[in-house]
DNA sequence: CGTTGCATTGAATCTCGTCAATTCGGGTGG
DNA sequence: CCACCCGAATTGACGAGATTCAATGCAACG
């Protein structure tokens, strides 16, 4: 069993203001934005909102009823469920383009909390379902964001079940390398901004595994850490290999 | 490290035949046919054709090109991912008015197989999308199917990371009841088509750790195990509190 | 009636989780 | 600026629990 770190409820520290300005987005490449024409960016301002997260801050709680829709534009958020007695799996960490609802249901199945400092455009569920009605691109992205969850959903299962912590840790510094590129950051020196808990939580392990983990592919020479936040993939065709990846 | 049974490829014992009656189906209440309106129930006939398959038959493997998309109508299916050491994890069985394609991949990420006899209905990908962009009902069928699969996924997310082998075994039993019960058999006796390597292989366990399990169900009273491949669920509240489950 | 494949059970092993101590780094206040 | 404190991460020792290895049981089939 293991403490969670504080848990700030919603509005707290959340700021929510009208904001016009898609023009200049930083994610709107990879974004559901990315499935509208030039004529129909503007599309979605018309119903948008911005949020703002503070660290460790709650977007929305298992059970919560879903009103509004969001994609992360900067920060990192980490998606939950958690059992009554508290053990916890994370489904997966946001990172800036992700879009949040793609599940489509109701109430929340997991909650999500910022890792880092977040910001967000936010959309109401009803406003965005009329939306994807009138413009079918959108839809379409929606789909399309909706079968690649799932196919990485899927991988994570291979993960969680048949692989060993140090094939774990492997996959998922790669994963997190790949994504950073994604987002225009170098593939090292690699930036962790969440805790030995959260990676515990996404791999299933302890946090005292994730650390020897740690250790032990840097005792194979696989990847260095400056800090524990910070690390430096010195073998990616060693890591890939140890993570029975396809090079 | 695990032997798999025989495998055998696909065209050996498969058989392709036109087939016009969807009128007599059983399934069309749950596949991708329930979101058809009753005028548009004829167009999948137009590019339908019919597969059957024998037990551990192989539909497609991980890797072949997806030329095809399926509804199973009856039997059950093995969707599994390997490595190439043989580590194996079962991404999920596939039961009557599941729908095959949902991720919509160029190229199989996962194997598919006959767990017991099967049939199937069979659609060409190109037709498919075509038609999707015809009917929309058919689109967002599909859409809502995937929806559906993504949540199942998460759900085995927490379920493989974090659930002892007895829950993980009661929560398996749970869901394979309900699903029955979808498909108008009872909730219990519930039929085990697969074998205990397979239940293994989606558990994230060994064979061994399924026996025992089933064992220790057993002596708490929960189940009854006729024979290795039929369940009595005697305690339905005390299996759902032992999965981590909600009344 | 022997063979074969699968399931169960037992015993030994070992990995990972638990518990506990130590280190490290960042922030605060004197 | 430094001492102190606190939370997080690392490391070590130990033990529980799952895997591995091995033997037995059981049912289907030729």
Chains 1, 2 share one sequence.
Do not use: W
């Amino acid at each position: 069993m293991q403490v969670r770190s504080n848990m700030i409820p919603f509005p707290l520290n959340g700021t929510r203001q009208a904001q016009g300005a898609c023009a200049d987005c930083g994610v709107k490449s990879r974004a559901v934005c990315a499935g509208l024409a030039p004529e129909e960016t503007g599309i979605l301002t018309t119903i948008m909102s911005t949020v703002t997260l503070a660290p460790n801050q709650l977007l929305f709680e298992q059970g919560d009823l879903r009103s509004r829709a969001y994609t992360l534009t900067s920060g990192m958020l980490r998606l939950s469920v958690s059992l009554p007695d508290g053990r916890r799996q994370i489904a997966g960490f946001v990172t800036p383009g992700d879009y949040l609802g793609l599940s489509g249901e109701d109430v929340h199945t997991q909650a999500a909390e910022a890792v880092t400092a977040c910001r967000l455009c936010s959309f109401p569920v009803p406003e965005m379902n009329r939306l994807m009605e009138q413009h079918p691109r959108l839809r379409d992205r929606l789909h399309e964001l909706t079968r690649k969850a799932l196919l990485e959903a899927r991988g994570n299962l291979l993960m969680l079940g048949r692989l060993t912590p140090n094939e774990k840790l492997a996959r998922f510094l790669l994963g997190l390398s790949d994504r950073a590129v994604e987002n225009g950051q170098p593939a090292t020196p690699l930036a962790l901004p969440m805790t030995r808990t959260d990676i515990a939580d996404y791999l299933g392990l302890t946090i005292e595994t994730v650390s020897r983990s740690f250790s032990a592919l840097k005792t194979r020479g696989l990847i260095q850490l400056a800090d524990a936040h910070r690390v430096e993939i010195c073998d990616r065709p060693g890591l890939t290999a140890l993570a029975g990846l396809p090079v």
